[in-house]
Nanobody
Framework: QVQLVESGGGLVQAGASLRLSCSAS????????MGWFRQVPGKEREFVAA????????DYADSVNGRFTISRDNAKSTVYLQMNSLKPEDTAVYYC?????????????????WGQGTQVTVSS
């Protein structure tokens, strides 16, 4: 079992930056690929970014590529999402997720554990 707790969300203006954190507990963190997803009410959950267990491979949705950076600190069992140049369309609840694989994954069904989410609101 893996427990995930996100933090760092908030209300910011367009163009600002935020860094989300997701702290994991329960299992060997480096054995899990980690992902960030987001969801707006009434819409499907959307892939944002993923990172392999060792941190050497990353993947990003086209909508955030070049603005967001995913990273991890396996010694701290934490994954981060640095979000720069935020846009109003980035407004969503952001979830981190853990997959029992070392490889990056885009699809939500590949992930085994999910956090409770943190709200990010970007005003125009």
């Amino acid at each position: 079992q893996v427990q995930l707790v996100e933090s760092g969300g908030g209300l910011v203006q367009a163009g600002a930056s935020l860094r989300l954190s997701c702290s994991a507990s329960g299992r060997t963190f480096s054995n899990y690929a980690m992902g960030w997803f987001r969801q707006v009410p009434g819409k499907e959950r959307e892939f944002v970014a993923a990172i392999s267990g060792g941190g050497t491979s990353t993947d990003y949705a086209d909508s955030v590529n070049g603005r967001f950076t995913i990273s991890r600190d396996n010694a701290k069992s934490t994954v981060y999402l640095q979000m720069n140049s935020l846009k109003p369309e980035d407004t969503a609840v952001y979830y981190c997720a853990a997959a029992r694989t070392n490889w990056v994954r885009r699809m939500g069904y590949n992930y085994d554990y999910w956090g409770q989410g943190t709200q990010v609101t970007v005003s125009s």
